[in-house]
């Protein structure tokens, strides 16, 4: 009857543990994925020479035909 309860016991410790352990390691993946994602975001940044890879918005428009340079 003893042994019952204490086998009770560890079984429900045993639950309690594998869950924390399970809970922490969803945790560390969740960080590694966040990490590994900034710094690829960071590579991607510095191979673009820190520009946005985006083409620039204020483009100029063409010269009229026969219009002159001015200076």
Known sequence: MALT?????YNSLRTGSLQAISNRIQIMNF???S??????AMIISFAAGGRSAAPPTAARA????????SG
């Open 62 to 69: 063409p010269a009229a035909a026969g219009a002159t340079p």
């Open 5 to 9: 309860a204490l086998l009770a016991e």
């Open 31 to 33: 960080a590694f994925t």
């Open 35 to 40: 990490l590994a994602v900034v710094t690829a």
